[in-house]
Each structure stands twice: as C-alpha cells, then as structure tokens.
C-alpha cells in the first residue's frame, strides 16, 4: 500500500503514485465509500492512448456507476486485472491492491496535494 | 348499500376523512385541495362533464358484455408471431385471474418478491434453453421492439464502425416498420440482407427471422457467420415453440435471440400483452437491456433471488442506459414460464410434433403449390390471381387467411387447430375437396436442421405435470410475496391503487382475448370503439386533442412523444432542435428516452426546494436557443409537489421554440383539478398501469398512452397494419409507410383497456375528482402524522404536499447509523411492502399511499413507522449495539427466529412480532436480508440446482 500522504490527487477523488515516467492511478477511499460494494470494474487495455481529462474506464457498484478519468496524458502500461476479477478489491484496498491502471507519461500536470484533496472531502 | 364503484373504490369514507382532515387541519376536501393546488393551474369546473355519469359495476359489465358482443373471433391462421394457443386453466385461474400475482410490484424489494423472482428465473432459464443462449433477461415489450433493442445492443456491442444494420427479406412486416422508424431516430441505415450473404454489405449486425415470415425455414449457419466475419453482430428472431425441433440460434453461432413467448398460454388479445424475449451469448450479458434476476444469497447464507445489474438500468444510468425500458411484461412472462413447467420439454415438443404435423398434412394436401419445402407451422401457397377470392373463401367458412401478394397466401397452424379445420381450409385454397393423408409424406424439418441438444432439464420443468402439482407450485410462489392482496405498497411514483375485480372480469373474455392484432376491422368493431372511447376520453381529462393508446409501456409512450416533437421539428424546417432539457430531479427515463429519439440531454438545476430552477432554466434556453426541441417536467414534480411556477417554466420554453413534453407519472395528483393541456403541456404520457388501475402485475403488462396537442397529431402512433387510424384530429400518421410505429401491434395491449376503460367508465369526471382528493389527503395525513418523526423533505406554499410524501431518514442515519435500508427491510418484519427508497433524493422514502387505503391501514403504517423511529433511537441511546439490534437483521426469517441459541439482546418477539397486530395477521419474509454485490459479483441467471437450496 502506498503511503496516502505521500501521493497526487485529483477533484475526480483519484490518486496518482509517481515513479519515473509511471503513474498508477486508483480511486480514493472516500470515492469506493461513496460507490458502495464495487461489483464491476471496466479499464482500458494496455497499449491505449490516454488523454488527461478522458472517461477511460468504469467503476460499478450495486447501486451506481462511477467513470474512472485519466488524469495525465500517456499510454496505458499495465491495467490490474487482479481487480477486474476481483472488484471487491476496491473497497478493500483502495491504496493498494485496489489500483486501476499504470500509465507512462511525460508530463506531470498540475495535481493535488494529499492536503488539498482532504480540504475538498471534508 | 351503496351502488356507487367509487365508494368501493376510495378506501376512506367521510368518517375517516374528517379525522384525518383533522390532523392535516383543514375542514373539508375541498378546502384542503384548495390550499394545496396553485389556484393558477386550476381547470374550471361546473361546465359540465366530458365523460358519461359514473355507471354501476354492473351496468359498466353490461357495457362492455355488449361491446365484446361485436367482435367476431374466427380462426386465425394469419401467424405474424401471433398464434392461438391454449392457455391451461390452471393457470388462468392461478395466475391471470389471481390477485396475489398481478397486484404485485416490480421485485425491487428480493425480500419480498422470492416467488416471482423464481417464476421469472424460470422464464429465463426456458428461454436460454430454448434458444441455446448463454443469457435471457426476463423479458421485453413485445418481439418487435425486442428486435430494436437487438439492433441497438449490435451497435453498442459491435466493433464495427459501420451504421449499417441488415434485415431479414423474410422478417415480419411489423418489425421492419418498427426498424426504420427506431433506426432512422439514432442515425442507423437499414439495408435489406441479401439471399447470397457473402454479397452483404459492411454492418454493425443483422436480424434473421427463423423461421420466416413465409414460413421458410433455411440453415441460418452461413448468414450469422458471413455478418461475424466484418464483425457484427448476429441476431435471430426464433420462434420459442419450432426452437423444440430445430437447431436453436445459440447453436448456430448467433450472438443474441429474440422473439415473444405469446404462443406460450398467452391469449393473442388482438394484440398484447404478451413478454417478448431478449437473449445473449457469454460475454454480452452486461450489453442486456431490460431487468434481469440472478441469483445471490441472503445474510444467513442461503440461496435467494433478485434483480441482477441494474446499474445498466435507466434509474441509475440515465441517458446512458442500455435501453429506456423500465416496465417490462412479468405477469405475461410468469405465465409463458410456467406453460413449459406444466408441459415440460416433453409435453412441449408434442405440441410442436402436432402444429408442424398439421402443417405437414396441409402442404401434402396441396402439393405443388405449396412454395418452401421446409416449414415448421406455415405454409405459403401459390394461387396465381386468386389470393383475394381465397381469403374470401375462408372468411366465410370462419378462417383468417393471410393474403401475401395476389398470387399469394400463408396459412399458419397452431396447438388449437384440428385436422378437420386442416382439411377445410386446404379444400377453400385448392378450390376443390381435398382428403388428408394419414400421415405426411415429406419431411418439412431437414435432418440437418433438427434439434439434437437437450433442453428444458431442470427439475422444475419435470416437477410439476399434474393439475394438483401445478396449483400446489403456484400457491407455494405466491405464499412467498407480498401484493396488494396482503397491505399496502406505498410506492412513491408508482400510484398501487385498487385493481378492482370488476375491471379485471373481461380482460379474459374469448370476444376481447381471441382477436389476432391484423384481424379484419369488421371482426373488431367493439374492441375499436372501446379504444376510440377510451382515447377520447383521456384525451378530456387531461386537456389534450389526441391520444395514441399504442405505446405498451410508460417508456415507450415516453419516446413516442419525443419522436412526436422532434418529429414536429423536423416537418417545419427545424433540423437544428435536438437539445432536450431534462430537470435533475427527473425519472431516468426520461433522459434515456430522450437519447433514444435523437435528442441531446442538457440537465435543468432544481432549487433546494426541490422545484426547477427557473434562473438555471432561462440560462439554459439562452444557451440553445434556436437548437432547443424540448423541455420535460413532471407535474406534480417528482418530489411530490405542485409547483406554482409551471407556467412560467413552460411560456419561456414555448417562447424559445420550444416543445413542452409533461410525465404523466403523477398524474394521479390532478385528474379533475388541473389538465396537462392547461398547462402549457404540448404533449404526455400517461401510465395506464398507474392512474387508471391496469395492475402492476409484478413488472408489467403496463400500457402508456402518449397524448397531445392538435399540432403533434399527425405525428402520433400509429402502424402500417392498422384496421383503421383511430387517433383524432389527422387524416393519417405523418409517415405513412411505417406510421410513426413504436409497438408491434396497431394498439399496443388491447386486451387490457377494458380495465382501464371500466374504472373511468364507473367513476366518471366526479368521482375521478373524489379519487384525487383522496389520495392528496392520504399523503398529507401521513406526512402531518409523521412529520415529528422524520423531517418531510418538499413541501408546497401551504405546508402541504400532493399525492405522496419524501420522508428524510439522513438526520436518523447521522444520528443513529440506522440506514434507509434497514428501514425499508424493518418494515417487512411489520408486515409492508417499504416506499419508493432513495429516490428522487438518496437516503430518503418516498410514500403514496393512493387513495384505495382506508384509514386503519394507513394509520398501522404511520404506527410502525413511529415503532421503528423508537427502535432507532434505542440504537442511539447505545441500548442496541449499533451491529446488532433488529434494524440491521430485518428482515427476519421465522427460520432465523427459531434456529439454533437466540444471541441477540433483542428478544424473539420484537424480531418477528413487533407490534401485537402481526399475532394475527403475519407475513413471513421467505429469505432474509440479500446480499446485491455477492449476486453482481457472481452473476447466475438461470435455475439453480436444487441442492443449492439442501
């Protein structure tokens, strides 16, 4: 599990752990405790060319659907299977195992700092 | 004793009345809709009645026994997907007829629902089987609007960038209508499918029909796989009833299968109701449209049923929702499914050995003019230059003939027709008598084309055969729900009233239920002048010109209006207006429709009151101006509320260019007070299965009537097909060709009107009136009672709220964790069905109590809300722990209460009998609490084996 503090967010309650050109991107706590049980989760394949600000995948729970925005530009390096087969995975673990996709970038635009993002929640 | 229906009809007399006036503090009825409906919206009355006086039962019985008395009901061999069929009595009497399953909602409450969710998962199993598909939902509006659904399911699905979908040459005519009409709304091309399939163009899919409309049965194999190969998707309409004989789509590689289960027991009723089908290969079941029931487990662990992945519904998914459908045809589907759980695979594939047996024997009759070799139940005929005088022929002698071309005529046996009738009709077509052989000399099913795969092999298709077994298994389903027949259902939006008897008594009579939808006018001259009253008569009440009773659901009547409007636009030039405004607050339907017809949603803000904002409104006319079509509101709004503003809101969009579509969702809080004419609506639906007493019959049969001004008249259904145009005020539909069409028959659901016509019929323009009254001054009475309790929500300028009322349970879930869920499911341990949850606002209930409750019922509803309020606090005060008191567990089994140690601080007697009443009047939940991601997340639409239940 990442260390929340340590990590980007966006106003989209999705978080960004950097490292090198690779971003993994994930929703926050509060957005999979917002969706409820997460039954289903959507996310674009490898190789796919993301633009920041883009629907790219979907985030289902029982009673609602949530859309999953790039938050950077890049290409789609890795998306967790583990949690397509399991997305329970987003409730547990939204740190975590619960992760969506790894996109290699170039650019880091502007994001939220792990204080801001708790000033939009609160 | 009174023989007024409406005292019948209204659950309170004036004794109850006046107390419950009492605690709302008005003194009269009409003192209190007085303070309650703007005075600006008001319909001045005195000026005498649109409508007949108010008839008895009795008379209103007479009436329609004389209208059915001018129907003719001949042997139909017309076929069309519309065939006689034989609707066992065990059924009829335990199912059509029996209140238990057709006064009950849609199963959005599992817990409540056990029974005919497991009819349902029967009618999907039967399906998936019977097709050869991995997935059925459990069912559509009828075949041909599956068949759109299809056709917007390929699109979605396919990896095609074509926008060309292909039609089957042999496809009904009804659904090729209702193809062009849909497709030409959301930009699709149709292109004929050709006979050589490797000539086919590029498209996203295909529909087949199989077997065809001619009859026809061909190898389906190369077709499906020639669509596959330019990647699109394959769709075959199947009949349910050849799919016994012949290799089913599945196993022909087709992706999904559609058709209607109405030869299954459902009488034709010149038209409908009847479930149409929908069915999907592995890894399209997410793309389904429509409600489907999986199969998940309760808190204990044990199986239980619901309704699986609804977040691709409308109410949650809005404009981009699989489909608009919300109402679908359960009543009509639970009767198919258990037509195949009397007959069973056995039982069924002898019937179809007779029809394709009789059909056989026809054709040998007739040698060599019959036309395709190969048939299941029809048969075309070459008669050069003789069609017309042989459809003559056997209209005299009693048969519906179907005329091709002039050279041409199709003759369509089915499980009722004798070989006499066989022999009958092949002597009027030959022109000569003719003798049946023993036996068919020709095989019509080539050995190629056989079904070889097993089907229908769940217990509960072998189960239950014998009269005794079927009654015994329809009772144990029943047992297991809650209807209108056990308590009310205070559904907010959804108006349970009374299904009274005597409206029911003729939707089975052989007059109304026998008619084929494209019988002769002559044989269906009281059933049109029941649907011409009937409209004329909506069309009074609600302010408007013309009515098209043809949509066969509120969704459907929904897009027929904005097919009307942008329609409108279009013939005047307009092209540009395909903006929709649609209010926050608004039913998803709405919004999906809105896609469905062309149009662009732009969300309309509401104010904290729960009204249109009029400042966001104005903003966002400005900002479409001359691209705007239309604005959709729903009046009272769908917080329960008249607002006083709605002129307003509508002369601004009228202002703009605009069209005005008003959701007659409520308008049981205005009949005979206000009129969706008066109020700057251009047009409406209406919800037959709401406001005028057609039976919810647990998700369908609903009929939505779409109404309107004069100037969308032409604009309005109608259909290719039609005996005659009935809607008022145009000398025929806008398109001719396809007649503006949205349901598959001319009329919709005919078979059902009677319902709706006797509860108009019986009450008239006064009585309509009391009704409403009624029902504003149940919801206030429950709102002022409860109102200490639990903050309501929305509220008019008097305090006051319409026909229902938003109770806010966010303050008691902060302060007490106590959810609206485990308020809803508390409510079942005292015997209700709960409100409307979470919608229009999350975390709230939504109550209407309509106007059939009588004061002791809805006063043992308040008590047990203000009993679960207590039991809430308890949870505050830290008597309870928060994870483990009887809000948390309900609903509570009479297993749960009885097995193994009883650990919980809350005692036996306040699980199961809260309130002393229960002692005598006890519903037992079948299942407790059900667990929606478990069953999402492990998704199983079919039967279960039996040991899942040990």
């Known amino acids: 599990m990442s260390d929340p503090a340590s990590l980007h967010y966006t106003a989209e309650h999705e978080w960004i752990a950097v490292d090198g050109d690779i971003a993994t991107v994930g929703i926050t706590p509060y957005a999979a405790d917002q969706l409820g049980d997460v039954v289903y989760v959507d996310l674009p394949a490898a190789g796919a060319a993301v633009a920041s600000g883009a629907v790219v995948g979907e985030i289902e729970s029982t009673k609602s659907v949530g859309e999953l925005f790039a938050p950077i530009d890049g290409e789609v390096v890795e998306s967790n299977q583990a949690v397509v087969e399991d997305p329970s995975l987003v409730n547990r673990d939204p740190f975590g195992e619960g992760w969506m996709i790894r996109v290699r970038f170039s650019a880091l635009p502007e994001l939220l700092t792990a204080e801001q993002y708790a000033a939009i929640t609160a | ?950």
Not at chain 2, 305 to 316: A, D, G, V
Not at chain 2, 558 to 578: V, W
Not at chain 2, 679 to 695: A, E, M, Q, R
Not at chain 2, 917 to 938: E, F, H, M, S, T
Request: include cysteine; charged fraction near 20%.
């Open chain 2, 1 to 950: 004793m009174s023989a007024r229906f409406v005292d019948r009809h209204i659950g309170t007399d004036q004794d109850m009345q006046r107390s419950m006036l009492a605690a709302v503090g008005y003194d009269s009825v009409g003192a209190l809709m007085d303070a309650a409906v703007p005075s600006g919206i008001r319909q001045s009355t005195g000026a005498g009645s649109p409508l007949p006086p108010a008839a008895t039962e009795r008379e209103a019985l007479a009436e329609l026994r004389a209208l059915a008395d001018r129907n003719t009901v001949r042997r139909s061999m017309i076929g069309l997907g519309y065939y006689d069929t034989i609707t066992p009595a065990v059924i009829q009497r335990n199912v059509l007829e029996n209140p238990s399953w057709y006064t009950a909602y849609t199963p959005y409450q599992p817990e409540i629902s056990q029974g005919r969710l497991e009819a349902l998962i029967n009618f999907q199993t039967m399906v998936a089987d019977l097709t050869g598909m991995a997935t059925a939902n459990s069912s559509m509006l009828d075949e041909s609007t599956a068949v759109v659904e299809a056709m917007l399911l390929a699109r979605r699905a396919s990896g095609s960038a074509s926008n060309v979908f292909l039609v089957d040459a042999d496809a009904f005519p009804q659904t090729k209508a209702l193809l062009a009409h849909r497709a030409a709304a959301v930009g699709i091309e149709l292109q004929d499918l050709p006979e050589d399939v490797e000539a086919a163009p590029a498209a996203f899919g295909a529909v087949l029909q199989y077997p065809g409309a001619s009859g026809r049965i061909r190898d389906l194999a190369p077709a499906v796989a020639a669509v596959q190969a330019q990647g699109g998707i394959a769709v075959v309409a199947a009949d349910l009833l050849a799919m016994t004989l012949l290799t089913p789509p599945g196993e022909l590689g087709a992706d999904v299968a559609v058709g209607t289960s109405q030869r299954f027991g459902v009488p034709m009723g010149f038209g409908g109701p009847h479930a149409g089908y929908l069915a999907v290969r592995a890894g399209l079941e997410r793309q389904l449209p429509g409600r489907l029931v999986g199969v998940s487990q309760d808190a204990d662990g044990h199986p239980a049923y619901r309704l699986s992945l609804q977040t691709r519904e409308q109410h949650i998914r809005r404009e981009k929702a699989t489909s608009n459908i919300c109402t679908a045809q359960v009543l009509l589907a639970i009767m198919a499914s258990m037509y195949a759980v009397y007959h069973g695979p056995r039982g069924l594939r002898a019937i179809a050995h007779q029809v394709n047996r009789a059909a056989g024997l026809l054709a040998d009759a007739l040698g060599d003019r019959v036309v395709h070799g190969e048939f299941f139940d029809t048969v075309t005929v070459s008669v050069p230059g003789r069609a017309d005088a042989v459809v003559a022929a056997g209209g005299d002698a009693g048969f519906l003939l179907r005329r091709v071309d002039e050279d041409t005529v199709a003759l369509s046996v089915d499980e009722t027709t004798t070989l006499d009738e066989v022999a009958t009709v092949a002597g009027i077509v030959a022109g000569e008598r003719l003798r049946l052989a023993p036996k068919p000399t020709l095989r019509s099913i080539s050995p190629e084309l056989a079904r070889t795969s097993a089907y229908l092999t769940h217990p509960v298709f072998q189960a239950h055969h014998s009269e005794t077994g079927m009654m015994r298994y329809l009772k144990h389903l029943a047992d297991k729900d809650y209807a209108l027949d056990r308590g009310m259902i205070p559904l907010g939006s959804c108006t349970m009233k009374l299904n009274a008897a005597t409206e029911m008594q003729s939707v089975s009579w052989p007059e109304f239920a026998g008619l084929h939808p494209f019988a002769p006018e002559s044989d269906a001259t009281g059933m049109l002048e029941l649907i011409e009253q009937l409209q004329g008569w909506l069309a009074e009440v609600t302010g408007y010109d013309a009515v098209s009773l043809q949509p066969n659901a509120g969704s459907q009547g929904e897009l027929a209006g904005l097919l009307a409007i942008r329609a409108f636009h279009l013939a005047r030039g307009d092209r540009d207006r395909t903006v929709c405004l649609i209010p926050s607050s608004a039913h998803g339907t709405n919004a999906a429709s809105a896609v469905l017809a062309g149009l662009k949603v732009v969300v309309v803000a509401c104010d904290e009151l729960g009204n249109v904002d009029l400042d966001d409104l104005r903003a966002k006319i400005a900002d479409h101006a001359d691209a705007l079509a239309a604005l959709m509101i729903t009046y009272p709004s769908t917080h329960g509320v008249y607002e006083h503003e709605v002129r307003a809101i509508t002369d601004a969009v009228h202002a703009a260019g605009g069209q005005v579509y008003i959701d007659g969702a409520n308008l049981n809080a205005l009949l005979g007070y206000a009129c969706f004419g008066d109020l700057g609506g251009d047009v409406s639906h209406l919800n037959l299965h709401k406001t005028f007493c057609i039976p919810h019959g647990g998700g369908g049969p609903g009929v939505g009537p779409v109404a309107a001004k004069a100037h969308l008249a032409p604009f309005l259904p109608g259909h290719p097909l039609a005996q005659r145009d009935t809607v008022a005020g145009r000398e025929a539909p806008s398109d001719p060709e396809h007649g503006n069409i949205v349901s598959a028959a001319p009329f919709g659901s005919p078979s059902i009107l009677p319902i709706s016509w006797a509860y108009v019929r019986m009450m008239g323009e006064q009585g309509l009136r009391e009704a409403t009254g009624a029902a504003v001054l149940a919801a206030n009475y429950i709102a002022a009672r409860l109102r200490e309790h639990f903050p309501v929500l929305y509220a008019g300028e008097n305090g006051l709220v319409a026909h229902e009322c938003i109770l806010d349970l966010r303050p008691l879930r902060e302060r007490t964790g106590v959810t609206v869920d485990d308020v809803a499911k508390r409510l079942i341990d005292y015997g209700f069905h709960a409100p409307t949850m979470s919608f229009p606002v999350a975390g709230t209930l939504m109550v209407e109590p309509t106007e059939s409750e009588d004061l002791a019922e809805l006063d043992r509803f308040v008590d047990a809300m203000i009993a679960i309020r207590a039991e809430a606090d308890a949870v505050a005060e830290g008597r309870w722990p928060a994870s483990d008191n009887p809000l948390v567990h309900a609903p509570h089994t009479a297993r749960a209460a009885i097995t193994g140690e009883w650990t919980h601080p809350y005692s036996r007697e306040d699980a199961v009998y809260p309130v002393p009443g229960l002692l005598q009047a006890k519903y037992w939940p079948p299942v407790r609490r059900i667990d929606q991601a478990w069953g999402d997340r492990n998704l199983v639409c079919a039967c279960p084996p039996v040991e899942a239940f040990a």
